[in-house]
């Protein structure tokens, strides 16, 4: 589909702000997985460009991320940096491997209450992230916060970067408001001789075109049982990331990515980030929602956006590594605002209770820990309280028919939390001879509940009593050992759902 006039404007515009923002953050992240700061900028390039020819998702951006660094920063430290791009090619070829896999298709099983908090929890990270823009390091060589002159500018140009931000798309949309604010920062500190924390002062940009290199590691079993575990965490952390991401932009913009291919495109981009001397990465939720609430939503964006970074390392370092800090300090200070979810909070009283608790967990742990984990004890949660509310939710209606005998019409989900209020439906002792069973309302899952209704089937038959098991589906009557005599099977009314339990094929 071909681009417009307008379409391209806004992708170029927006794809050279999301560059500009991918700076800073590269070079923080790499900071903090103690490498080379090229190496964080070398991730972003490749990551971006790559990703956003062939993912997914158009619009959505990679590059260096803190949640894969904070991991990264033990292997560096205890093997060395050779280490870490063996260990980015593995993580690529375990994306790529879940990709073939249809793995991603998983990702529209997280609850909603899951997407909060992980938005939540990042738009908090994003946040904080930027405080150590405020610090300096000290004669005792550690970080203090910035004396009172330097903080009041800092605050002040953040402040006017925020403001131009919010305020410039009422008047025009013609530039997008985080690009134009970047410029405007950038030319009063210039023009008034405004001495300011640059992204100079982060580290110098400058340097070449990434270096084809084969990480520098003794190819032999020792270690891969160094980089494996590193390499599955990373994937894992990182897939978890750009499909939550992912969906995200999804509900954005309503339109549908492709979590499968976007799996492989990550891989890929891993693969040869890992190849290329860099600290590979995943999905960032800042820079996508910059770029996405500039209207960008096609491949170019994040096309422009790498090949700029790299023409920024390659050509315009001293240009780069004049912007004020506090320019992008305010980008991503409005990004965070505008990713956090609001109205989660305010509808706290209104929610049931579970899902405020997993929104609130999340969060949590989203900040203080790591993402996959933040999201697999979300969901962990979630299905725990399906469970519990689905258990309760087993009953029978008892009745004596025409001919004296009891017939109990079952409702709800017999599963592996039920199975317990489902034995205590029945009163065998006191029941006549004969007893009937009624499935029609009711749905048999898994596993334990073909146990639970032997076990019935047991109860009744020790007391020499006839049980009749009706409108049960055929996978279920397969599977029962002690109840298969007492089947009444109808092919008319007999359900015909699938049960979920590994024995069958």
């Given at each position: 589909?071909?681009?417009?006039?307008?379409?391209?404007?806004?992708?170029?515009?927006?794809?050279?702000?999301?560059?500009?923002?991918?700076?800073?953050?590269?070079?923080?992240?790499?900071?903090?997985?103690?490498?080379?700061?090229?190496?964080?900028?070398?991730?972003?390039?490749?990551?971006?460009?790559?990703?956003?020819?062939?993912?997914?998702?158009?619009?959505?951006?990679?590059?260096?991320?803190?949640?894969?660094?904070?991991?990264?920063?033990?292997?560096?430290?205890?093997?060395?940096?050779?280490?870490?791009?063996?260990?980015?090619?593995?993580?690529?070829?375990?994306?790529?491997?879940?990709?073939?896999?249809?793995?991603?298709?998983?990702?529209?099983?997280?609850?909603?209450?899951?997407?909060?908090?992980?938005?939540?929890?990042?738009?908090?990270?994003?946040?904080?992230?930027?405080?150590?823009?405020?610090?300096?390091?000290?004669?005792?060589?550690?970080?203090?916060?910035?004396?009172?002159?330097?903080?009041?500018?800092?605050?002040?140009?953040?402040?006017?970067?925020?403001?131009?931000?919010?305020?410039?798309?009422?008047?025009?949309r013609a530039v997008p408001s985080a690009l134009a604010a970047i410029i405007i920062i950038a030319i009063v500190a210039q023009v008034f001789g405004i001495h300011t924390r640059t992204v100079g002062d982060l580290a110098s940009i400058k340097g070449g075109l990434p270096p084809f290199h084969i990480p520098s590691v003794p190819w032999n079993w020792h270690t891969l049982t160094i980089?494996?575990?590193?390499?599955?965490?990373?994937?894992?952390?990182?897939?978890?990331?750009?499909?939550?991401?992912?969906?995200?932009?999804?509900?954005?913009?309503?339109?549908?990515?492709?979590?499968?291919?976007?799996?492989?495109?990550?891989?890929?981009?891993?693969?040869?980030?890992?190849?290329?001397?860099?600290?590979?990465?995943?999905?960032?939720?800042?820079?996508?929602?910059?770029?996405?609430?500039?209207?960008?939503?096609?491949?170019?964006?994040?096309?422009?956006?790498?090949?700029?970074?790299?023409?920024?390392?390659?050509?315009?370092?001293?240009?780069?590594?004049?912007?004020?800090?506090?320019?992008?300090?305010?980008?991503?200070?409005?990004?965070?605002?505008?990713?956090?979810?609001?109205?989660?909070?305010?509808?706290?009283?209104?929610?049931?209770?579970?899902?405020?608790?997993?929104?609130?967990?999340?969060?949590?742990?989203?900040?203080?820990?790591?993402?996959?984990?933040?999201?697999?004890?979300?969901?962990?949660?979630?299905?725990?309280?399906?469970?519990?509310?689905?258990?309760?939710?087993?009953?029978?209606?008892?009745?004596?028919?025409?001919?004296?005998?009891?017939?109990?019409?079952?409702?709800?989900?017999?599963?592996?939390?039920?199975?317990?209020?489902?034995?205590?439906?029945?009163?065998?002792?006191?029941?006549?001879?004969?007893?009937?069973?009624?499935?029609?309302e009711a749905r048999v899952v898994d596993h334990s509940a073909i146990e639970a209704i032997d076990a019935l089937a047991d109860r009744y038959q020790k007391l020499g009593k006839r049980l009749h098991l009706r409108h049960l589906s055929p996978d279920c009557i397969e599977l029962l050992n002690k109840a298969k005599g007492m089947i009444e099977v109808n092919m008319a009314e007999d359900?015909?759902?699938?049960?979920?339990?590994?024995?069958?094929?």
């Amino acid at each position: 589909m071909s681009l417009s006039i307008a379409e391209t404007k806004n992708n170029v515009l927006s794809g050279l702000t999301v560059a500009l923002a991918l700076v800073p953050e590269a070079i923080a992240f790499a900071l903090v997985a103690h490498v080379n700061p090229l190496t964080g900028l070398y991730a972003a390039f490749m990551m971006c460009l790559i990703t956003a020819i062939f993912g997914g998702r158009p619009g959505m951006i990679s590059g260096a991320t803190g949640s894969m660094a904070v991991v990264m920063v033990a292997l560096v430290v205890q093997h060395g940096v050779e280490y870490l791009f063996a260990t980015v090619v593995l993580l690529g070829l375990f994306q790529l491997l879940f990709g073939a896999l249809k793995f991603g298709k998983f990702i529209r099983m997280v609850p909603h209450p899951v997407m909060l908090g992980f938005v939540n929890g990042l738009a908090i990270v994003i946040f904080m992230a930027q405080l150590h823009h405020f610090k300096e390091t000290g004669p005792d060589g550690a970080l203090h916060w910035l004396h009172a002159g330097p903080m009041l500018v800092m605050l002040g140009l953040v402040a006017l970067s925020m403001a131009i931000i919010y305020i410039l798309p009422k008047l025009t949309r013609a530039v997008p408001s985080a690009l134009a604010a970047i410029i405007i920062i950038a030319i009063v500190a210039q023009v008034f001789g405004i001495h300011t924390r640059t992204v100079g002062d982060l580290a110098s940009i400058k340097g070449g075109l990434p270096p084809f290199h084969i990480p520098s590691v003794p190819w032999n079993w020792h270690t891969l049982t160094i980089v494996f575990p590193y390499a599955l965490i990373l994937s894992i952390i990182g897939l978890t990331e750009s499909l939550l991401t992912l969906n995200l932009i999804d509900e954005m913009t309503e339109t549908r990515g492709q979590p499968n291919r976007e799996c492989m495109a990550q891989g890929a981009a891993n693969v040869v980030s890992g190849l290329f001397s860099s600290m590979g990465g995943c999905a960032m939720i800042g820079q996508s929602m910059i770029n996405v609430n500039a209207g960008a939503t096609r491949r170019l964006s994040g096309i422009v956006a790498g090949i700029a970074l790299l023409c920024f390392i390659l050509f315009a370092s001293s240009l780069i590594e004049a912007i004020p800090l506090a320019a992008l300090v305010g980008v991503m200070f409005v990004v965070s605002e505008k990713t956090f979810e609001w109205g989660s909070v305010r509808v706290f009283g209104k929610v049931p209770r579970a899902d405020a608790l997993v929104v609130v967990a999340v969060t949590v742990v989203t900040v203080f820990t790591d993402l996959a984990i933040a999201v697999v004890i979300g969901v962990v949660i979630s299905a725990l309280v399906f469970a519990w509310q689905h258990a309760k939710r087993m009953d029978a209606r008892a009745k004596l028919d025409e001919h004296g005998r009891k017939v109990y019409q079952l409702e709800g989900t017999l599963f592996f939390a039920s199975t317990a209020s489902f034995a205590d439906l029945f009163t065998p002792r006191e029941d006549p001879d004969d007893v009937i069973v009624e499935f029609r309302e009711a749905r048999v899952v898994d596993h334990s509940a073909i146990e639970a209704i032997d076990a019935l089937a047991d109860r009744y038959q020790k007391l020499g009593k006839r049980l009749h098991l009706r409108h049960l589906s055929p996978d279920c009557i397969e599977l029962l050992n002690k109840a298969k005599g007492m089947i009444e099977v109808n092919m008319a009314e007999d359900p015909h759902y699938h049960l979920a339990d590994d024995k069958l094929g």
